[in-house]
């Protein structure tokens, strides 16, 4: 029904994204999927032009807001440069390309350039997080545990940039496919499921996560931290499409949902379950790239 009012208009369309960015303010973790859910959904059946009139319209609404309510402005352009513009871009590869694995691979190529931005703008980003979290240390940690947490911490702040990076993409794609499997509740039932089970990378993918892995054991520093966190982002790219491949053998076998159900909860409880989960999804993109090379031969 939520749905159904937000595609009736574009009054409503701006009202649902400006109300959407509001709440989602109160719930910070959930701001991805609250108001970038709505977003791709106006991209997804509305297409890219309406969309960005939308979010247009919905930027004046809360600038004008935020003057009111006297809230800082940056705050609303964060909103739209973070979430808004990302989710999208995301939802109009979709909306065109009409494959989940292109919008995987786009969102992950996205990734690869910022984690090659910030090293070329920063240079040393290890310390420049570990900078960071002294100052949120100093904020809410007594003065006499301080050192303490510091060299607890410090060995995690080489890695948190690629986990920040792989968070956003994970954030920005399962909006665009919350989007997409609220459009196929609307207007086609059953439609988004088929489209996950048919999620798949392209296969040269492989080959270049080869390259990857084999660069990050042999370059020295920076070189090697830089594919470190391009290679977290491919384990995370992985990841999305062994979750696919884990609901499509369920399906396909007439399994039960427990086996989906567990899936989840490992991945909740046991960081280290989304390691093999990454390790099936890159399975299913050898397998369905050895079918489509036997399928060329046969043709023949």
């Not at 910030?118 to 006499?144: C, H, N, R, S």
């Not at 696919?244 to 379950?273: E, F, G």
Request: charged share 10%.
């Amino acid at each position: 029904m939520i749905g159904n009012y937000i595609l009736s208009g574009r009054v409503q369309a701006i009202a649902a994204t400006t109300f959407s960015a509001l709440i989602s303010l109160l719930l910070p973790p959930l701001a991805f999927l609250i108001c970038g859910s709505v977003v791709a959904l106006i991209t997804l059946r509305k297409g890219a032009t309406v969309a960005l009139q939308v979010l247009m319209a919905s930027l004046l609404v809360l600038v004008a807001f935020s003057l009111l309510a006297n809230l800082p402005i940056q705050l609303v352009f964060a909103y739209a440069l973070v979430i808004w513009l990302p989710v999208w871009s995301a939802a109009v590869v979709l909306r065109y390309c009409e494959r989940q694995g292109i919008l995987l691979l786009a969102a992950g190529l996205v990734a690869t350039a910022l984690i090659v931005a910030i090293y070329f703008i920063i240079g040393d980003v290890a310390g420049w997080w570990q900078q960071w979290l002294a100052i949120m240390l100093e904020k809410t940690v007594p003065p006499e545990n301080i050192d303490q947490y510091k060299e607890v911490l410090a060995p995690a702040a080489g890695m948190i940039n690629a986990m920040m990076i792989a968070g956003f993409m994970l954030n920005v794609v399962m909006s665009v496919l919350c989007g997409r499997w609220w459009q196929s509740r609307l207007i086609n039932p059953g439609a988004f499921r088929k489209e996950f089970y048919a999620l798949s990378l392209p296969s040269q993918i492989l080959p270049v996560s080869a390259l990857i892995v084999l660069l990050v054991m042999v370059l020295p520093e920076p070189w090697q931290d830089v594919f470190r966190d391009i290679m977290i982002v491919l384990m995370f790219m992985y990841l999305i499409q062994g979750i696919s491949s884990v609901h499509r053998n369920v399906d396909k076998l007439k399994l039960s949902t427990a086996w989906i159900v567990s899936m989840y909860c490992l991945l909740i409880l046991l960081p280290q379950m989304a390691l093999f989960i990454a390790c099936l999804g890159m399975t299913d993109v050898y397998v369905s790239w050895r079918r489509g090379k036997i399928g060329s031969k046969n043709e023949l």
